[in-house]
């Protein structure tokens, strides 16, 4: 797994998919750096005017709500629906899902259009799979990621999906399969944005990769590794981000194999 | 005073405070890292559909006017009287008040609801204080940050608030006190949106500690320390911006009390 | 030329020019920054309720169609219809004309308005020209910068205007001359909006020197040459961007002067 997980990293920087991003403001600058330090091209729009010729020429769809209000839960729909029809992947980041009834509410909306990985903190995976609303503290995670493995499984099975869940350790969850990542550090999360970067490298690895599972388990595992092994060099949160972009431009086949902690299990 | 504003950063630390944000798109980035450098949590959202729950789990809103269109102002509007009828604490920052009726009359009705925190340069105070226009240089400040300290006593005085005018010299003034920070560096004018951060961590500020004054003498103190012990380290404005994101992060006691410099008075 | 060159980039130093940004999400920040950097004030925003006295202000306009919808393409259109009527020079960058009908056909309005400066990469230069559609590989260029050349002289003469086509090699094109500047590293690609910043970096030299054509060569040749020197102390594309930043403020003109490479050519 770990040398096919390497293969696919390589694939990115030699196909050089185009992803769509309908994301928000926050991280549109690292997020584009993301994924242009690992190879892919990013392109960043919500014209409705301009979408289907977008979506004909782009690679996958990043859909991230981390900024929403009601213009850009439109286009979203608009983009996730297009891609859908046209059969190609699209990655959703329900940011802050269980925070507010308008963002779980327009979480589930976007689910109809069949998400082809989605990826969240616990609290947001967990919000999705209830009901009904659960409390959050904004957009971080309380939960650990563990408590969300079983909501995890009912939305992956449910919507024929990869489920990503993001924290301590990550999980990347099919109807048929289940991966557990060990890599990471806590400075992570004082940097804004890093679960958005994996949502948005998820949709490089879908664009070039129709082994989706494969691909979302590669994307996390970069991730992972790359800020696990950015920390060691960095002094705090500023650097650190730095560190991440000039790794995921420069990791090496022997850093990148000997440092990834990946379990891999099949599901009943 | 020194070793109290330092029990203020490490509260910050402790209580983790969730700070809302309405901002500007240049400045969102790097205000939700020295948001989240100093153990803070940002959310940013401007949608109308969320604003009441959002308001009732944040501990703070941070309002900043820089990328000001008639529909960020009604959002700017609804979220700071929504916090004004809660009695949670709201920071404005009236970027560029002076330099277009449009953004005077802006600043002036956000004054309607009682800013806990006005921070600005000597320029936007001035024009706050003014019944007319002050000519303005774009969003930097012509004037001297003292020119300002008149006005700024005006305003802290009829609003019951605590004005931060910043420059050379810092000066956080209430209706009965005054203090003034001699920290920072010159170079911090060539990062772009060093300003608004020091409004960002007056939020993170005022969202843990109820003393308001000491809140926003803290949060200024430590970006002005910060920032000049950042700048000893720094090639240009690039490294800055980083080393400043690092420090927040980590700046250890005697570091920042064996730098800070600040006078106070007792205002008649 | 050389020299001539370095004496714009301290002018812009030493006038200090105000210059309006209607640019793109992903690059207001590092935009922002650049020009603060090399000692130019930005100034954001998009609302037309402050735009004529924001233009009246404002020494130059830079137009970047980045992240493009119908509400900004209106914002776009008013400021640099107030620009043109003025008589202050403005910079039009038309990202991704080319990709969709929508980008193509706004940029050809924005082109009624007189820019005095085009910065584009190669593949957006020839959608310009051409009547119809050419296919676009998202905002990156396919083509090389010297396919564009003549589309470039076609542009200049017809507009009476300066064509900047960013690329391995830049070119500079008005009615009577050509500039060929070849700094620069391909690493330079894989951080988000460095094209982006040579048009901003536009904005400032046309915005504190009347000859346009002369200023555009010398924020071209600014940009190449740091980029270029930049790179040799940078392990990845977020030590890059940091160093670019760093250098655009530090720049000495023993390094500048013996590092640029150019070309001047007479146009026939």
Redesign the interface.
């Known amino acids: 797994m770990v040398n096919k997980i390497w293969q696919n990293v390589r694939t990115v920087h030699q196909k050089n998919p185009?992803v769509l991003n309908i994301t928000?403001?926050?991280?549109?600058?690292?997020t584009?750096?993301a994924l242009?330090?690992i190879g892919a091209?990013?392109?960043?729009?919500?014209?409705?005017?301009?979408m289907n010729?977008?979506a004909l020429?782009?690679n996958a769809l990043v859909v991230n709500m981390?900024?929403?209000?009601?213009e850009w839960i439109e286009a979203m729909t608009l983009a996730s629906s297009i891609f859908n029809e046209l059969g190609k992947p699209w990655v959703l980041d329900p940011v802050?899902a269980g925070?507010?009834?308008?963002?779980t509410v327009s979480a589930r909306e976007l689910l109809k259009n069949n998400p082809t990985v989605i990826r969240g903190n616990a609290s947001e995976i967990i919000a999705l799979a209830e009901a009904n609303f659960s409390d959050?503290?904004?957009?971080?995670s309380k939960h650990q990621s563990r408590d969300a493995v079983e909501a995890g499984k009912k939305i992956a099975k449910q919507y024929h999906t990869v489920v990503c869940i993001t924290g301590e350790v990550d999980y990347v969850i099919s109807s048929t399969k289940m991966a557990m990542i060990k890599n990471g550090h806590k400075m992570m999360?004082?940097?804004?944005?890093l679960g958005c970067t994996s949502t948005a490298l998820s949709g490089a690895f879908i664009g070039s990769n129709s082994n989706y599972f494969e691909a979302a388990v590669s994307a996390i595992s970069l991730i992972g590794v790359v800020g696990e092994l950015a920390e060691k060099q960095?002094?705090?949160?500023?650097?650190l981000?730095?560190?991440?972009?000039?790794?995921?431009?420069?990791i090496s086949e022997e850093a990148f194999t000997s440092n990834l902690k990946i379990d891999l299990h099949e599901l009943p």
């Open positions: 185009l928000n403001f926050v991280v549109m600058n690292t584009a750096n242009l330090a091209s990013p392109l960043m729009s919500k014209a409705e005017d301009e010729e977008l020429i782009s981390g900024t929403l209000d009601r802050g925070a507010s009834k308008f963002r959050s503290y904004g957009v971080d999360t004082r940097v804004t944005g960095s002094k705090g949160p500023g650097t981000q730095m560190n991440i972009l000039d790794l995921l431009y420069s």
